[in-house]
């Protein structure tokens, strides 16, 4: 007997639609047809299933403060930064917990399963680390969280950081986090860059730095981080967060270092809906649009996924965690309308950001873990189109969130016409 049967789904790469059988929480057979009994089945009528959404770059401590103390009213970076200092302080660490909480039913709904959250560890009590590996655990039956000891006001500018992050990462945080950029000078930004990546070594633990979110172009640590992670032989273990500075730098130097940061395997993260947003803010006209660039970093092998970063926080105001408005935003902000890189853009907020996070057993391939979003669409191009609803939700085989189809009706010449928002002309 299976746990579980879906019926009809339409896979990529298949043309037929598909069957796929769960037990035991992974996905056991994949096939056109299957014969067996199953616990609950699901059928999905010809729509699209695909593996969770992963979002490897956000910040749970901060989301949906939106209003406290009070709205950013500039919509600027630095009212921003202002802003989370006036509302850090007033924080408990059951304000912490209530409000990511909320967020994280939020990414259900949205059918994110996988999160990687960074938490500010200049805080000398830690209450957002406390609540977050909280959050962390009690979500672990629905979602993958990992958490990155950030030193949001500088590893070395901030003087506690080093003993808050190594505390930090006592009480169970994943990730060594970093903001070279923000340090008092490029030496100690490269510094902070090196004592942090020794760290992670020491420990055996992951990277991920916001690195060279700048329109400066001569923000480089990029070069320093890819350097020091070939250096410890950390290939495939550090992310580099942001590198809006890519966007500025000159074209020849970009050819020297991208192939440095293929050598070190560095995970890109481009957080396109923040990246549009708050670079280019002292350009006039032309004003820059300020993210990395995704097109050739694919092109040259690095992996590449995109994060959502804020949701109704002091530094965004909008969001609803949904990864297809990310991924769309990534899709027209870097010009990657053609067909493999609108696929590139879907990837990079499901498998190359589970990639990223070092998850095993993602995907739809027997042997995986059985996690699947049902989308009420037909293909990867028509969800980021249309960002359609997660009809079903499924962690390990169990339906943990449902959203109903909703089909505009339109009252023409007294018909009642359905829209589905799909040419009739099409051959699909
Ligand atoms: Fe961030």
């Avoid at 958490?147 to 080093?162: C, H, I, K, T, W």
């Avoid at 966007?247 to 809906?273: C, T």
């Avoid at 010009?335 to 070092?358: H, I, L, P, R």
Wanted: aromatic content about 6%.
């Amino acid at each position: 007997m299976l746990d579980l049967l879906i019926e009809n789904a339409k896979l990529a790469g298949h043309t037929q639609l598909q069957m796929i059988a769960v037990k035991g929480g992974t996905i056991v057979e994949v096939a056109p047809t299957i014969e067996a009994e199953a616990q609950t089945k699901i059928d999905a009528d010809g729509s699209f299933i695909t593996a969770p959404f992963i979002d490897s770059h956000f910040h749970l401590d901060s989301a949906l403060s939106y209003g406290q103390p009070r709205i950013n009213q500039s919509g600027t970076l630095l009212e921003g930064i202002e802003l989370w200092g006036e509302l850090k302080p007033t924080q408990t660490v059951e304000d912490f917990y209530a409000r990511a909480m909320e967020f994280c039913l939020w990414s259900l709904a949205r059918g994110t399963l996988g999160l990687r959250s960074h938490v500010d560890i200049t805080d000398d009590k830690l209450l957002a680390v406390e609540a977050l590996v909280a959050v962390r655990e009690k979500m672990k039956p629905y979602m993958d969280i990992q958490l990155v000891a950030f030193p949001q006001d500088g590893f070395l500018r901030y003087e506690n950081s080093r003993t808050n992050l190594l505390k930090a990462l006592d009480m169970g945080v994943d990730v060594v986090g970093g903001i070279p950029h923000f340090e008092r000078t490029m030496t100690d930004g490269a510094e902070s860059v090196r004592q942090l990546c020794q760290i992670a070594a020491d420990k055996g633990l992951l990277v991920d730095m916001h690195c060279d979110e700048s329109d400066d172009a001569m923000s480089r640590h990029i070069e320093t981080l890819a350097s020091e992670t070939v250096r410890l032989g950390m290939q495939g273990r550090v992310a580099g967060s942001h590198l809006t500075s890519m966007h500025s730098m000159d074209n020849y130097y970009v050819s020297k270092l991208m192939p440095l940061m293929a050598e070190a395997d560095i995970q890109v993260i481009a957080n396109p809906l923040i990246n549009i947003t708050l670079q280019g803010r002292h350009d006039t006209y032309p004003k820059r649009r300020g993210m990395t660039r995704v097109k050739e970093l694919l092109e040259a092998g690095i992996n590449v996924a995109f994060g959502h970063d804020c949701v109704m926080d002091p530094w965004y105001s909008f969001g609803s965690h949904d990864m297809l408005e990310v991924a769309g935003m990534g899709l027209h902000v870097g010009q990657m309308t053609g067909v493999e890189q609108t696929q590139s853009c879907f990837d990079a907020v499901t498998k190359n950001a589970a990639q990223t996070m070092q998850f095993t057993g993602y995907g739809l391939e027997v042997g995986c873990k059985a996690d699947m979003v049902i989308l009420d669409c037909q293909s990867a191009f028509d969800a980021i189109r249309l960002r359609p609803a997660r009809l079903f939700v499924i962690r390990g085989g169990k339906v943990i969130a449902k959203t109903a189809k909703a089909t505009p009706q339109v009252l023409i010449d007294d018909n009642v016409v359905d829209i589905d928002f799909m040419p009739s002309g099409l051959n699909r």
